[in-house]
């Protein structure tokens, strides 16, 4: 390969983190973000690199329609999906993640377990809209290749996602890790000692706890909403752990979580968000088919 001719494997790698989280927010699946990076870099190495005239643009819309047709292939295993849907933990690399992206706000919000939510209740078509327009700043001439739209509706389909959005949304405030940190040494020690007083002064009064099993863990079926009735379900999911139990600090999509083990074996993630210094949401993933890559860190940019 001659020096001024572009590298596509070198060029693919340079992009593979915003690739991977374009992929990542339209399916909610760090999984299947690599099996479609996996596959658009298979179509990729086919393409002559001399005529494409912008390669993040071109590399974006490949990868959004690759992620668009793994989403709607996914449609009917969520139909039969056991209780809540709850996006995977995302575990982000903060020594491979470039420090721009890591203090970028749009970037760390757009991955947030909160926004990851609202995003699951977009249609496909609105969610790729979103991600590429509002987070990654695309045009819509660029978003309307990738989708298969004409620039018009994919402006209507834009204005349309991001109306959902906000009325969905919470309010983002970022956290630090050493914040994190002592908020989950704090909550666990009195979720260990049973003080549920202690507890529910860290809960906001309509805290709710969401989990994701699909009926392969033991996890409430139902989001459960309430200071006292998540502070009671708390205690009792520490006890039911027994002495082999343990918990770690960890940041998961920006935000504090608990890290669930019973001696060697993982027993869940617990993403916490918080809003005004109390706990607003806990979203418990316990299904062990999407805590396979869990602790896998990965690198993100926009």
Same mark, same amino acid.
């Given at each position: 390969?001659?020096?001024?001719?572009?590298?596509?494997?070198?060029?693919?790698?340079?992009?593979?983190?915003?690739?991977?989280?374009?992929?990542?927010?339209?399916?909610?699946?760090?999984?299947?973000?690599?099996?479609?990076?996996?596959?658009?870099?298979?179509?990729?190495?086919?393409?002559?690199?001399?005529?494409?005239?912008?390669?993040?643009?071109? &590399? !974006?819309?490949? *990868? $959004?329609?690759? =992620?668009?047709?793994?989403?709607? #292939?996914?449609?009917? +295993?969520?139909?039969?999906?056991?209780?809540?849907?709850?996006?995977?933990?995302?575990?982000?690399?903060?020594?491979?993640?470039?420090?721009?992206?890591?203090?970028?706000?749009?970037?760390?919000?757009?991955?947030?377990?909160?926004?990851?939510?609202?995003?699951?209740?977009?249609?496909?078509?609105?969610?790729?809209?979103?991600?590429?327009?509002?987070?990654?700043?695309?045009?819509?001439?660029?978003?309307?290749?990738?989708?298969?739209?004409?620039?018009?509706?994919?402006?209507?389909?834009?204005?349309?996602?991001?109306?959902?959005?906000?009325?969905?949304?919470?309010?983002?405030?970022?956290?630090?890790?050493?914040?994190?940190?002592?908020?989950?040494?704090?909550?666990?020690?009195?979720?260990?000692?049973?003080?549920?007083?202690?507890?529910?002064?860290? &809960? !906001?009064?309509? *805290? $709710?706890?969401? =989990?994701?099993?699909?009926?392969? #863990?033991?996890?409430? +079926?139902?989001?459960?909403?309430?200071?006292?009735?998540?502070?009671?379900?708390?205690?009792?999911?520490?006890?039911?752990?027994?002495?082999?139990?343990?918990?770690?600090?960890?940041?998961?999509?920006?935000?504090?979580?608990?890290?669930?083990?019973?001696?060697?074996?993982?027993?869940?993630?617990?993403?916490?968000?918080?809003?005004?210094?109390?706990?607003?949401?806990?979203?418990?993933?316990?299904?062990?088919?999407?805590?396979?890559?869990?602790?896998?860190?990965?690198?993100?940019?926009?």
């Amino acid at each position: 390969m001659s020096a001024d001719r572009p590298d596509p494997a070198a060029e693919f790698t340079r992009l593979r983190p915003l690739l991977f989280t374009i992929a990542y927010e339209i399916l909610g699946s760090a999984t299947d973000a690599d099996d479609v990076l996996q596959d658009s870099y298979l179509r990729w190495a086919e393409v002559d690199v001399e005529v494409v005239r912008d390669v993040k643009s071109y &590399l !974006a819309q490949l *990868v $959004t329609r690759q =992620a668009l047709n793994a989403l709607r #292939a996914a449609g009917r +295993r969520k139909e039969e999906y056991i209780g809540p849907w709850l996006p995977e933990p995302l575990l982000v690399d903060r020594q491979q993640t470039a420090a721009d992206a890591a203090e970028d706000i749009i970037l760390a919000e757009s991955v947030s377990m909160a926004m990851m939510v609202v995003l699951q209740t977009l249609t496909p078509d609105e969610r790729a809209v979103f991600v590429l327009h509002d987070v990654f700043g695309f045009e819509h001439s660029e978003i309307a290749s990738a989708i298969g739209k004409s620039a018009a509706s994919v402006r209507q389909i834009a204005h349309r996602a991001r109306g959902h959005v906000r009325a969905r949304r919470h309010r983002f405030e970022p956290i630090d890790a050493h914040a994190s940190e002592q908020l989950t040494v704090s909550f666990f020690a009195a979720a260990a000692t049973g003080d549920l007083d202690g507890l529910m002064a860290m &809960l !906001a009064p309509d *805290v $709710t706890w969401t =989990a994701d099993s699909d009926g392969k #863990a033991s996890a409430a +079926r139902r989001p459960v909403s309430g200071a006292e009735r998540v502070a009671r379900l708390i205690i009792g999911l520490v006890r039911l752990g027994g002495p082999a139990a343990r918990v770690e600090s960890a940041m998961y999509n920006g935000a504090p979580a608990f890290v669930l083990w019973t001696g060697d074996r993982l027993e869940g993630v617990i993403s916490v968000e918080v809003t005004d210094g109390l706990i607003t949401n806990f979203y418990a993933m316990r299904n062990p088919e999407k805590l396979d890559t869990v602790l896998v860190p990965r690198s993100i940019d926009r």
